[in-house]
């Protein structure tokens, strides 16, 4: 089992930055590939980066891609999305989920919703123009 709590989102002017983090409950968090998705008002959730169990390995959505920074601190079970440059298209409310699947081979299956057992409750990011 692992429980998820993410924090430091907030309110921020186009163009701004902000870093979420994602802290993790549970010995096992680094055997979990971790995720980040975002939900915007009446919008499906979508994702947005992942990254592999040693964090040698990272996938964006192409939205994001060269703006936001996807990283992990084993030691100290924390998930970590730096956003910078952003957009009021941003705003969302940001999750952060963690995926004991084997077969996340394909960009599809780190995409997947399905993918990820587990997910915190959110945290709001507002991107004023």
């Known amino acids: 089992q692992v429980q998820l709590v993410e924090s430091g989102g907030g309110l921020v002017q186009a163009g701004g930055s902000l870093r979420l983090s994602c802290a993790a409950s549970?010995?096992?968090?680094?055997?979990?590939?971790m995720g980040w998705f975002r939900q915007a008002p009446g919008k499906k959730r979508d994702f947005v980066a992942a990254i592999n169990w040693s964090g040698s390995n990272t996938h964006y959505a192409a939205s994001v891609k060269d703006r936001f920074t996807i990283s992990r601190d084993n030691a100290n079970n924390t998930v970590y999305l730096r956003m910078n440059n952003l957009k009021p298209e941003d705003t969302a409310v940001y999750y952060c989920?963690?995926?004991?699947?084997?077969?996340?081979?394909?960009?599809?299956?780190?995409?997947?919703?399905?993918?990820?057992?587990?997910w915190g409750q959110g945290t709001q990011v507002t991107v004023s123009s």
């Open positions: 549970g010995r096992t968090f680094s055997s979990y590939a």
């Open positions: 989920a963690a995926s004991s699947s084997t077969a996340l081979n394909t960009f599809a299956t780190v995409e997947a919703l399905y993918s990820y057992d587990y």
